[in-house]
């Protein structure tokens, strides 16, 4: 069982940026793989970024690419994502996810999922 909870979100102005933080519990964090989702009202919960256990390779949704960093410190069982020049369709809930089988980009891959934290884009 691992245990999530996101942190770092707020209200930013467009153009502007935010860190959010995602803390696991349990020692069995580095065996996994983590995602960011979100979820905008009205919308489906859609991929955002993905990492894999060692922090080696990583993965981003087209919109997000070059402005959104994903990383992890597995010492202190914590994934982030940098989000840098914000837009207004950038509001949404964020999730974060530790990975099971499948792909990096679909919900159904995902065991255990945070409570997410609301992110607001002003223009």
């Known amino acids: 069982q691992v245990q999530l909870v996101e942190s770092g979100g707020g209200l930013v102005q467009a153009g502007g940026s935010l860190r959010l933080s995602c803390a696991a519990s349990?020692?069995?964090?580095?065996?996994?793989?983590m995602g960011w989702f979100r979820q905008a009202p009205g919308k489906e919960r859609e991929f955002v970024a993905a990492i894999s256990w060692s922090g080696g390779s990583t993965y981003y949704a087209d919109s997000v690419k070059g402005r959104f960093t994903i990383s992890r410190d597995n010492a202190k069982y914590t994934v982030y994502l940098q989000m840098n020049s914000l837009k207004p369709e950038d509001t949404a809930v964020y999730y974060c996810?530790?990975?099971?089988?499948?792909?990096?980009?679909?919900?159904?891959?995902?065991?255990?999922w945070g409570q997410g934290t609301q992110v607001t884009v002003s223009s």
């Open positions: 349990g020692r069995t964090f580095s065996s996994y793989a």
């Open positions: 996810a530790a990975k099971g089988s499948g792909s990096f980009y679909y919900t159904e891959a995902y065991r255990y």
